[in-house]
């Protein structure tokens, strides 16, 4: 096939374009920011803000993957954050159903749920979290990723097209999990995560997955790691932070706190990696490397 890689250059947009060309898609990248260095796959310098733009880039293509957003409400004005999310998608969407492109996977986020950058922090109703949580975003960042949704199921009512939005917690590698998770997991805004991550690997690989899904309409799941990031086990974490939150099911170990029942039954997903399994030196805090 040939696919559209949106915000290709964005951390997790270059592992996903560098896994689906590694499938023998060929693969175009669009991004804001200007190609840097070789890539395997065609890169495009273009704002997807610009309809123009997006249906004259996006119109002979077999499957869209919608990546392009600004991904944290850190560093940018709340409007802006919205804007350039919810008019990106839009025009993406529009372009796609316009151009009767059969298939659009958009990475949605956790964020639908208010994680982590919500204020105030609300418990989940119950844990694991999954399909059935309510929605309770917040703040202008999960907004646009809930309205993402949500302008992609206006789209596919419109018949032509079928959608998956995986909602996802923080992406890491094991060349960044160190630098990022270590100073976060021990503090107490930690549980604002729901000490929940997805290997970058995993997450390209749950793509490719749904680019392949049978079904028809518009389908949400989440992809997450199996595990926490922390150190601790689950029972003795709620017990500390989150003690009056229900349960749905038995967690143990170091079981993760999103359930990926779903994509386990609609796509076949099952996360492969753990941050348990990075080498020594990539699982040591930044200041204790040499």
């Known amino acids: 096939m040939k696919i ?11 592992h ?5 060309g590694r499938a023998d898609h060929e693969i175009v990248g669009i991004d804001k920011s200007p190609p840097s260095g070789a890539a395997g796959w065609a890169q495009v310098s273009a704002d997807l803000a610009q309809f123009a733009s997006a249906l004259e880039l996006i119109r002979d293509a077999d499957a869209v993957v919608h990546l392009a957003a600004i991904p944290r409400p850190i560093g940018h004005t709340a409007g802006d954050v919205f804007h350039t999310n919810v008019a990106t ?24 749920l208010g994680y982590p950058f919500g204020q105030p922090f609300v418990p989940p109703k119950a844990l694991p979290v999954d399909e059935n949580s309510p929605i309770h975003a917040q703040d202008a960042y999960g907004l646009s990723k809930w309205l993402g949704e949500e302008i992609i199921e206006a789209a596919v009512r419109q018949g032509g097209l079928s959608a998956v939005s995986l909602r996802m917690p923080w992406v890491q590698s094991p060349e960044t999990f160190a ?34 899904w049978r079904g028809d309409g518009h389908l949400r799941v989440y992809l997450a790691a199996a595990d926490t990031y922390l ?8 017990a500390r932070a989150l003690p009056s939150v229900p349960l749905l099911r038995a967690l143990p170990g170091f079981s993760g706190l999103i359930d990926t029942a779903k994509a386990r039954q609609e796509l076949g997903f099952t996360a492969q990696h753990s941050w348990r399994d990075y080498s020594t030196k990539e699982k040591l805090d930044p200041e204790q490397k040499n």
């Open 4 to 14: 559209i890689v949106t915000g290709s250059q964005g951390f997790l947009g270059r």
């Open 179 to 212: 630098a990022q998770v270590g100073p976060r997991r021990n503090s107490t805004e930690a549980v604002r995560d729901l000490w929940s991550y997805i290997d970058a690997r995993d997450a390209a690989h749950g793509i490719g997955l749904a680019l392949g």
């Open 89 to 112: 998608t839009f025009n993406v969407v529009e372009a796609a159903r316009l151009a009767r492109i059969p298939r659009l996977v958009y990475v949605s986020s956790i964020s639908v």
């Open 231 to 238: 150190e601790e086990e689950t029972a003795a974490a709620l």
């Open 16 to 20: 996903v374009a560098d896994h689906l």
